[in-house]
């Protein structure tokens, strides 16, 4: 375990607004930071409050973080300006394993498409074949394809209303691809009824499935039972937040989670 | 010889002297069965609940110092009556004592929890020491006659073995352990955490968002075998040694200052092969017992004292 109570000082370099909820901070950081594709870091503003997130890129100095405004702390980090600081710590939890022999398919749905990107840099440079899909309900929805475009990315859209690319959802899209494809390795970030989809998908085909949760992580430490999944006591801040998907396929995965006071609620996305 | 590590405390017979201390790892029923099917954990004490649910404080609520862990999570828990619910479910088919920490504010909290919770757990340990959170905790812990009120509250509401977890953060805890003997708690669980606080250089701010947390770890671990030393000699109850404890001497060092047994936290957090932590301490307890010619853990508590 690297964790640590020393937080690494970023500068926000530029803010790029995704979409009206999603924005991409694009931070400097005062050392370089190692973090493996689908770990997280826990971001830290002062009376803010902190929250786990997945870098959208790492290299070098430079660290982005794409954020959903979907509380008061995601709110703000993804309001920040130039010049302003985040504190950063970590990396915590398990990334994805990249060695698994074969092909990879990736499949990020809403910010996952960002989440993914490490995972996806770090395979093309490895030279493994690697499909990139990445969707939204529609063309506004889109996030980080930007950005994609300008890393020289290969990937495909897909979107609910058929604004952009495939008309459909993403897991629509994935069985439409992997028909006319083969692969041995199957990534996904995204909604979590939508990953369910993907990894139930998988064990139908044998596919290797790494799917990527998101809950809340308060202690980081795997001791406070705030990110547990039931009834398999897995906690996604030590245990994940990258799971094979086979096996946590009937647990709380895609069906619940806990909130602020640990009561378990249900996943509507 | 393979000596004994049974004990027993106020009425629990418990297979190792080794707990899982509350606020790790008990805040859920899958944690708390995957805990109990470790052979070395002797019982579980849940996660403080209070009598209505707490979201808790805003990140960061821990801070992880190496040599201990500084926390201010401001007790969130989903209420009791949720918490019954889970509780219900993971108490069927346990095979060790589920010991349920309750956090009550006053009285009439603490009898309608004990009550209500009664049927789903083996024995409660009454929380009047949480360093960090308003009107529960050490605000009550300090104040003798709430004290007194509220252990009298919950040994009148069961009859099942009511521990008292006190804090080191009053100057005079022994008469607070006295008040909660005098009121009815069969054991005395030393210690809660130290207050203490940190801040980052770089940000310039303190690090939790309550500024002030409680400190457990290693850090820790002289300040517990201090109190349960001193606590050993002036009650008449059993002390249940908790803080710091990493390895089987630490273990060892809390009963030989007078602990008949031994709660386990930070150290599940620190240590990199998890939950074997456990096992690493028994059986570390165990080969201890050997070599001195023990036959059994109890042969050694408070053995440290002159008197012996």
């Known amino acids: ?207 290797s499935c790494q799917v990527s949760l998101v809950r809340i992580v308060k202690c980081g430490l795997g001791v406070c039972g705030s990110c547990v999944l039931d009834p398999l006591g897995l906690r996604v801040c030590v245990d994940g937040p990258v799971f094979n998907g086979e096996k946590i396929l009937g647990s709380d995965f895609g069906r619940f989670m806990r909130d602020e006071a640990g009561r378990r609620i249900e996943i509507v996305q | 010889m393979h000596p004994n590590i049974e004990v027993e405390v106020a009425g629990l017979v418990l297979r190792s002297p080794l707990m899982v201390a509350s606020g790790v790892l008990g805040s859920s029923g899958s944690l708390i069965r995957l805990v109990s099917t470790n052979p070395y954990v002797g019982a579980v004490v849940t996660k403080t609940v209070t009598y209505r649910p707490r979201t808790g404080f805003e990140n960061p609520t821990v801070v992880d110092l190496g040599y201990g862990l500084l926390n201010a999570m401001g007790l969130p828990n989903p209420g009791y009556s949720n918490y019954r619910v889970e509780l219900e479910s993971v108490r069927r088919g346990l095979e060790i004592p589920l010991i349920v920490s309750i956090g009550p504010s006053d009285e009439n909290e603490a009898e309608e929890m004990v009550k209500e919770l009664d049927n789903v757990s083996d024995g409660f340990e009454v929380n009047l020491s949480c360093p960090h959170v308003e009107n529960l905790g050490i605000e009550v812990g300090a104040d003798a006659s709430r004290v007194r009120g509220i252990v009298k509250a919950v040994r009148g509401s069961t009859g099942k073995p009511v521990l008292v977890k ?8 022994v008469t607070n352990a006295r008040t909660a003997v005098e009121a009815g708690a069969d054991a005395i669980t030393a210690i809660n955490t130290v207050r203490g606080m940190a801040i980052d250089v770089n940000a310039m701010r303190p690090i939790l968002s309550n500024i002030y947390g409680g400190l457990s770890g290693k850090a820790v671990h002289p300040v517990a075998v201090r109190i349960v030393f001193e606590l050993y000699e002036k009650i008449k109850k059993p002390v249940v040694g908790c803080g710091g404890v990493y390895d089987w001497r630490g273990a060892v060092e809390l009963i030989l200052a007078g602990a008949t047994a031994v709660q386990v936290g930070s150290a599940i957090a620190h240590s990199q092969s998890g939950l074997k932590v456990f096992n690493e301490i028994g059986e570390g307890v165990r080969r201890y017992l050997s070599l001195k010619g023990f036959s059994s853990v109890k042969q050694i508590v408070g053995l440290a004292h002159l008197e012996h």
């Open chain 1, 1 to 207: 375990m690297n964790a640590s109570h020393y937080y690494l000082e970023a500068n926000v370099a530029s803010n790029i607004s995704e979409t009206g909820r999603v924005n991409t901070l694009v931070l400097k950081l005062s050392e370089e930071l190692k973090i493996a594709p689908g770990q997280f870091l826990m971001v830290w503003r002062p009376g803010d409050g902190e929250i786990p997130i997945t870098p959208s890129l790492a290299e070098g100095e430079t660290l982005c973080l794409t954020i959903e405004k979907v509380g008061f702390t995601s709110s703000r980090l993804a309001s920040l300006k130039p010049g302003e600081k985040v504190f950063l710590r970590g990396p915590y939890g398990n990334g994805f394993n990249l060695s698994l022999p074969g092909r990879y398919l990736l499949v990020g749905g809403g910010t996952g498409a960002a989440s993914l990107t490490p995972a996806y840099l770090s395979l093309v440079r490895k030279g493994v074949e690697t499909l990139f899909l990445v969707g939204a309900r529609n063309r506004e929805s889109l996030v980080y394809v930007q950005r994609l475009r300008e890393l020289g990315a290969r990937f495909q859209v897909a979107t609910d209303d058929g604004s952009e690319g495939f008309k459909g959802t993403l897991p629509e899209f994935f069985v439409e691809v992997a028909s006319r494809n083969r692969f041995e390795n199957v990534l996904t970030i995204g909604p979590e009824r939508m990953m369910v989809k993907i990894a139930e998908k998988c064990v139908e085909h044998g596919v």
């Open chain 2, 166 to 173: 006190i804090s080191p953060n009053v100057t005079d805890f």
